[in-house]
């Protein structure tokens, strides 16, 4: 935080954060948890929450709904409701908060300031399925595609409404700051997010083999061009996670290849100082997999597109620059070959840390409330 700026001053401002959705607890929450620690005296409400989510965590039971909750099937198919959740944020009572902090990546941007108060937006994306990869989900996601592609056209319109109402954008990284610009003509402040260490296990045994892939089993992972890989070079990879897609992979998956299904934090952090490499193959708009693989000192092979090459460095990962199996199995054995520094990978895990995401983020609000801005990424903030 800018020394010019008392923590006090912060504590002292009345502060609303709308959130989209918890659905699960993934990145995007993981980041909103940090926003409520900088700012404890903060309300927060969210766009619906999923069944089973409501006793979660500390964060999760502070959340009030919005008015889409009430509607039935919300909790169970929340995508179904897209064309609704503009009107749902629009309408939450902002009167009495000096500060509005919208976590968005969908519509917690249609938040309606007061007129004596402020909007900071932080941007995980602008939604990937109005702009980028609208035809990707409209062909993959059943009746919430269909719902999107009837639509997308009202729904882009009102976005860009909404993104006229914001104070100030903060993008979690270059990447969503050049498409903030694109989609909205708007510049961008940039904090990356908070990434943490999984739980270790201490058991400080040799690596193994296997490569990893870890996620959330949807199209845009590619994990496809993993399997392809392990199954020309005949390496046993672990595939941690679920996902609509995991009975076309498995169908594609030779005996090298052995599905885990989802993982506990406990797991995930074992098989993060277990295996050998991790592969990341998609086009991701930060990619925590990647830091927290380096957190505990595992080199990553990635996808040389989106947030990634701005977390990655020559000693922490090895890229492909071609989003198919071939430059990836050629990506994998350069990374086979090569010795690698655990201290060196694990020093760039740690520059993401969470007091570094509440300290910038705490500056980026100084800035906003003081009226003034610093050079940022893309066209200067309105």
């Known amino acids: ?10 504590r002292e401002l009345r502060v609303l954060v709308v959130h989209d959705w918890i659905i699960a607890w993934a990145g995007a929450e993981r980041v909103l948890e940090q926003i409520l620690e900088l700012f404890p005296q903060a309300d927060l409400v969210v766009g619906v929450m999923g069944r089973g989510t409501a006793d979660l965590n500390a964060v999760t039971r502070r959340a009030r709904e919005t008015w889409l909750a009430r509607l039935p099937f919300a909790r169970t198919h929340h995508r179904w409701f897209l064309p ?8 939450v009572d902002t009167r009495g908060y000096d500060l509005v902090i919208s976590s968005a990546h969908a519509f917690a941007k249609s938040v309606r300031r007061q007129p004596e108060g402020l909007h900071l937006c932080y941007c995980h994306s602008p939604p990937r399925y109005l702009y ?20 997308s056209p009202v729904l882009r319109r009102i976005d860009r409404a ?37 739980p270790r296990t201490g058991a400080g045994e040799p690596r193994g083999d296997e490569l990893l892939v870890f996620g959330r089993l949807v199209p845009y992972k590619r994990v496809e061009l993993a399997i ?9 990879l672990l595939v941690a996670g679920d996902g609509p897609e995991r009975e076309r992979l498995e169908r594609m998956a030779g005996p090298t290849v052995v599905f885990l299904g989802e993982v506990s934090e406990e797991e995930a952090g074992a098989l993060m100082e277990r295996c050998r490499l991790m ?27 989106g947030g990634v090459v701005e977390t990655m460095t020559s000693d922490t990962g090895e890229f492909f620059e071609e989003q198919t199996a071939e430059s990836l199995a050629g990506a994998i054995e350069r990374a086979l070959r090569r010795e690698w520094d655990g201290q060196k990978i694990r020093e760039n895990g740690a520059r993401f840390s969470a007091s570094r995401f509440r300290r910038e983020l705490a500056s980026e609000v100084a800035l906003l409330l003081d009226g003034g801005a610093r050079p940022v990424v893309g066209r200067s903030v309105d």
């Open 162 to 198: 909404s993104a006229r109402g914001v104070d100030r954008f903060v993008a979690n990284s270059r990447y969503i700051a050049e498409r903030i610009r694109r989609s909205y003509d708007r510049g961008a402040s940039l904090v990356y997010p908070p990434v943490e260490a999984k």
């Open 228 to 236: 392809e890989a392990a199954n020309t070079l005949s390496l046993p």
């Open 132 to 151: 980028d990869l609208q035809s990707t989900y409209q062909a993959s996601s059943g009746l919430a595609g269909r719902i999107l592609g009837w639509a």
């Open 84 to 91: 609704l959740y503009p009107a749902a944020f629009a309408s």
């Open 1 to 10: 935080m800018s020394a010019s700026v008392p923590d006090v001053r912060l």
């Open 279 to 305: 592969l990341f193959c998609a086009e991701e708009d930060f990619g925590i997999a990647p830091v927290e693989a380096n957190i505990h000192g595992l080199p990553v092979v990635a996808f040389g597109r």
